[in-house]
T-cell receptor, first 115, second 115 residues
Framework: QKEVEQNSGPLSVPEGAIASLNCTYSDRGSQSFFWYRQYSGKSPELIMFIYSNGDKEDGRFTAQLNKASQYVSLLIRDSQPSDSATYLCAVDRKGRGSTLGRLYFGRGTQLTVWP | GAVVSQHPSRVICKSGTSVKIECRSLDFQATTMFWYRQFPKQSLMLMATSNEGSKATYEQGVEKDKFLINHASLTLSTLTVTSAHPEDSSFYIC???????????FGPGTRLTVL
């Protein structure tokens, strides 16, 4: 059983729309959740992380976490063509403030924002 | 922000040769470094966790005798792919952290092609 599942997409949205990216995880012991963006041929860039149930907003990005449903999502408001990339969900069993843990990644969702 | 470099960025080698990839934390001391591998259209797969001054911890299914990891200092970890074969061709990415805080900083990656 895969630890982290994402819809591979591709997801295509028009410029200015809201893009919604979803991720589920199998390990109930997971404590930390991360969203990364990866452009083709490049390494991942951290967008944001979330530890607690609920929403966390950072600019145009909102992460949502529901530990009971083992579900985490990322909303991108006012999507721009420059947001076109693959978005990776990652989970860590270690919690906030703990020593660095091992990240397990989903396969990523390819997002295209067309002008 | 924390910067992680990798060298080389790209390497092409013949089957049977060994290749060494360096991962350096440029402006911080990394107590822990991770090595990932990513095949085309696939997720990042954690290969091993490298702690300074101790033996690396390998993920299940990763051959420790084939992928030699050395973390001799707080700013340098190396991954040596021994007797490389075409199936080892992949994008190898390292990440490093400072300890508490969970955030990992990724290097730019090394694309290995084995002919």
């Amino acid at each position: 059983q895969k630890e982290v599942e994402q819809n591979s997409g591709p997801l295509s949205v028009p410029e200015g729309a809201i893009a919604s990216l979803n991720c589920t995880y199998s390990d109930r012991g997971s404590q930390s959740f991360f969203w990364y963006r990866q452009y083709s041929g490049k390494s991942p860039e951290l967008i944001m992380f979330i530890y607690s149930n609920g929403d966390k907003e950072d600019g145009r990005f909102t992460a949502q976490l529901n530990k009971a449903s083992q579900y985490v999502s990322l909303l991108i408001r006012d999507s721009q063509p420059s947001d076109s990339a693959t978005y990776l969900c990652a989970v860590d069993r270690k919690g906030r403030g703990s020593t660095l843990g091992r990240l397990y990644f989903g396969r990523g969702t390819q997002l295209t924002v067309w002008p | 922000g924390a910067v992680v470099s990798q060298h080389p960025s790209r390497v092409i080698c013949k089957s049977g040769t060994s290749v060494k990839i360096e991962c350096r934390s440029l402006d911080f001391q990394a107590t822990t470094m991770f090595w990932y591998r990513q095949f085309p259209k696939q997720s990042l797969m954690l290969m091993a966790t490298s702690n300074e001054g101790s033996k690396a911890t390998y993920e299940q299914g990763v051959e420790k005798d084939k992928f030699l990891i050395n973390h001799a200092s707080l700013t340098l970890s190396t991954l040596t792919v021994t007797s490389a074969h075409p199936e080892d061709s992949s994008f190898y990415i390292c990440s490093a952290g400072q300890g508490k805080g969970n955030e990992q900083f990724f290097g730019p990656g090394t694309r290995l092609t084995v002919l």
